[in-house]
């Protein structure tokens, strides 16, 4: 198991990381997700020992290993830039880790190791080619095998795959799925790509501004989102914020131009109003693109017409941004659907299906109300 407690990590006058706490247990595939400058690099640089925290401690397996130099904490780091040696073969990069003087293992063990490692990674053919004559996702996959070569305690990627293209992403994704299944291994990895994270992860940890807003595995954040912010960093494509408000008459309503009531029943509306507690106050409902009803013709109570500003597709699923007033929606359609820019479409936001954020600092007025319970 390994801790993090208390971590803050200050750069002159940027504070990097903040009272940072998190346990990544043995066998978790934990990902740091956070925007860039969100410190998700610092917090690995910790870990590993490259940096040293103002405040905070970094244990493992119990111990206090905060004063230990990175080489004896043993944990494997993959840095963005790969850091390979260009005039050296693949072999013998991969050999590299294997042949330093502390931990310098039998040429036998090294082959063997090696030759599982470029078998499980696809890069066997490449052995005998220099690494500056390698692709990038090609140089990224020894990268991977140096890394894996070696058996440290835990494995620190940074951002280990978003330097390429999609396909490789994809391919890459899936081989750091099996390998950490297949070895039974602990990763601790950071990236910016919300759909890598939410691919790979067991667990995620949401990074910004140097603090963890939310830690849980993927569908659980996805579904739990504890702010706007985090709702931000996991959606891809993103939640649509509409702003709403309580009308005097205790009724909840999308504040537009042309009032549309928002049916949530008594019960959840109390609970809103005791968060919301200044009447005609604007707050925000979010909504995930596949929960937003879509109907083309029928004037059906409840939906919003509105007009269609772009089509645009992710893989194989088919999504519409709406424009209304000032506001924009995204919403997933079916493949058999049809738009064009301006045409008319109708909308709405299934009530069960809606987050509520507060105003001030965005969070999910729901989980405050079970927070505080
Ligand atoms: P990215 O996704 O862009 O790599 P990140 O989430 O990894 O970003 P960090 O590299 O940890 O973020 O940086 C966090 C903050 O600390 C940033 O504002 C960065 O500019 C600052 N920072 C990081 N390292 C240093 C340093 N050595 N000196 C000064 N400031 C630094």
Redo the contacts with the bound molecule.
């Keep these: 198991m390994l801790e993090l407690k208390g971590i803050t990590?200050i750069?002159?006058d940027?504070?990097?990381?903040q009272d940072l706490n998190l346990t990544i247990q043995d066998g978790e595939f934990f990902i740091?997700l956070?925007?860039?400058?969100?410190?998700?690099?610092?917090?690995?640089?910790v870990t590993v020992g490259l940096?040293k925290p103002e405040n905070g401690k970094v244990y493992f397996q119990g111990e206090d290993i905060s004063n230990l130099p990175p080489a004896v904490r043993n944990f494997a780091f993959m840095f963005?830039s790969h850091n390979l040696y260009p005039v050296l073969n693949v072999y013998d990069n991969l050999a590299f880790p294997l042949r330093s003087p502390m931990n310098r293992l039998p040429e036998k063990e090294i082959q063997e190791r090696i030759n599982k490692v470029a078998h499980d990674l696809h890069i066997t053919h490449l052995l005998k080619r220099k690494v500056s004559a390698l692709s990038g996702g090609e140089q990224q996959r020894v990268a991977l095998g140096r890394t894996l070569v070696r058996k440290p305690n835990i494995y620190i990627l940074?951002?280990p795959i978003s330097s390429l293209d999609y396909k490789l992403r994809e391919e890459l994704q899936t081989e750091f799925k099996r390998i950490h299944e297949e070895y039974g291994i602990t990763i601790f990895s950071?990236?910016?790509d919300n759909i890598s994270a939410m691919a790979m992860a067991t667990r995620i940890g949401i990074?910004h501004e140097?603090k963890i807003l939310q830690i849980g595995d993927p569908r659980e954040i996805y579904t739990n989102p504890l702010s706007m912010t985090v709702a931000n960093i996991i959606g891809a494509p993103s939640m649509s914020f509409l702003p709403c408000r309580i009308k005097k008459e205790n009724q909840l309503v999308l504040n537009f131009p042309e009032e549309t009531p928002l049916s949530v029943g008594l019960e959840r509306l109390k609970k809103i109003k005791s968060v919301i507690k200044n009447e005609e106050e604007i707050f925000y409902a979010g909504v995930w693109p596949e929960d937003i009803q879509i109907e083309k013709e029928i004037e059906t109570t409840g939906f919003i017409g509105a007009e269609v500003d772009t089509v645009e597709y992710h893989g194989a699923e088919k999504f519409v941004n709406i424009s209304y007033h000032d506001i924009h929606v995204k919403a997933l359609i079916s493949p058999g659907m049809s738009y064009r820019h301006k045409d008319r479409i109708l909308f709405s936001l299934p009530s069960e299906k809606i987050y509520f954020f507060e105003p001030k600092q965005g969070k999910n007025i729901d989980k405050l109300l079970t927070q505080e319970a």
Aim: glycine share 18%; net charge negative; aromatic share 4%.
């Design positions: 990590k750069f002159g940027i504070i990097a990381i740091l956070g925007p860039t400058g969100a410190g998700k690099t610092t917090t690995l640089r940096e963005e940074d951002e950071a990236t910016h990074i140097g």
